[in-house]
């Protein structure tokens, strides 16, 4: 099975943007599917973006609709997650997850990296 490592994170003004890079290892990451979690402070873990084997379909959260972008590049085993107009609110620590059954916007996900934090300052 694939292991997943986040990438980018750091700290951005509201309304900046940030890209979120997670990296797959093994040969087999176009057969997952692949998401985007976060989880702040004293909050649940919670769905933000999926994306199924090939790109063709993804999915996001209503709170980040038309200002977040998940996309995949199965060639270089990553998956990307393109962030604009942060809002402090966004500030979490985010996590990619990989399941071979398919998107999913629920954390039923059976491989998880370790997160990367992300912090947006008012």
């Known amino acids: 099975q694939v292991q997943l490592v986040e990438s980018g994170g750091g700290l951005v003004q509201a309304g900046g943007s940030l890209t979120l890079s997670c990296a797959a290892s093994g040969r087999t990451f176009s057969t997952y599917a692949m998401g985007w979690f976060r989880q702040a402070p004293g909050k649940e873990r919670e769905f933000v973006a999926a994306?199924?084997?090939?790109?063709?379909?993804?999915y996001y959260a209503y709170s980040v609709k038309g200002r977040f972008t998940i996309s995949r590049d199965n060639a270089k085993n990553t998956v990307t997650l393109e962030m604009s107009g942060l809002k402090p609110e966004d500030t979490a620590v985010y996590y990619c997850?990989?399941?071979?059954?398919?998107?999913?916007?629920?954390?039923?996900?059976?491989?998880w990296g370790q997160g990367t934090q992300v912090t947006v300052s008012s």
């Open positions: 994306i199924d084997w090939n790109g063709s379909s993804t």
């Open positions: 997850a990989a399941d071979v059954r398919g998107p999913s916007i629920t954390l039923d996900y059976n491989i």
